[in-house]
């Protein structure tokens, strides 16, 4: 399905953009291939990745780095979010509440405890 028609047609491509709702600009461009020593690149975070899914976004450009590969933070942290790689570890607001899972009652309120082994789970 074309949405844009690039030939003679009864709408220019302003229009036509304009139709659309798109940046004229956007009907224009044309994304550029990765290089060889970005594809390489790609390689070797994916063969790091594997070795070790726990390296995050600021782990794996150190370990690129020990290998004397000229490599930049920002450009790893791109090239793996493109690639959906994150590093296994626990997310951010681990301390905050689940309210979806509802917060149990506290059944020993204003039960008095006087001897050993009286409340007990199990």
């Given at each position: 399905?074309?949405?844009?028609?690039?030939?003679?047609?009864?709408?220019?491509?302003?229009?036509?953009?304009?139709?659309l709702t798109l940046n004229r600009s956007s009907l224009y461009y044309q994304p550029t291939p990765p290089?060889?020593?970005?594809?390489?690149?790609?390689?070797?975070?994916?063969?790091?990745?594997?070795?070790?899914?726990?390296?995050?976004?600021?782990?794996?450009?150190?370990?690129?780095?020990?290998?004397?590969?000229?490599?930049?933070?920002?450009?790893?942290?791109?090239?793996?979010?493109?690639?959906?790689?994150?590093?296994?570890?626990?997310?951010?607001?681990?301390?905050?509440?689940?309210?979806?899972?509802?917060?149990?009652?506290?059944?020993?309120?204003?039960?008095?405890?006087?001897?050993?082994?009286?409340?007990?789970?199990?």
């Amino acid at each position: 399905m074309v949405l844009v028609e690039r030939d003679e047609t009864e709408f220019s491509l302003l229009r036509q953009s304009e139709l659309l709702t798109l940046n004229r600009s956007s009907l224009y461009y044309q994304p550029t291939p990765p290089t060889g020593s970005e594809l390489a690149l790609r390689q070797r975070i994916d063969e790091v990745y594997t070795a070790h899914p726990y390296y995050g976004i600021r782990r794996n450009p150190a370990v690129l780095r020990r290998e004397e590969m000229r490599v930049n933070h920002k450009a790893v942290t791109r090239l793996m979010h493109q690639m959906c790689i994150f590093g296994i570890s626990p997310g951010p607001n681990l301390s905050k509440r689940r309210h979806e899972q509802g917060i149990a009652p506290y059944l020993l309120r204003g039960v008095k405890i006087e001897q050993p082994n009286q409340v007990r789970s199990g």
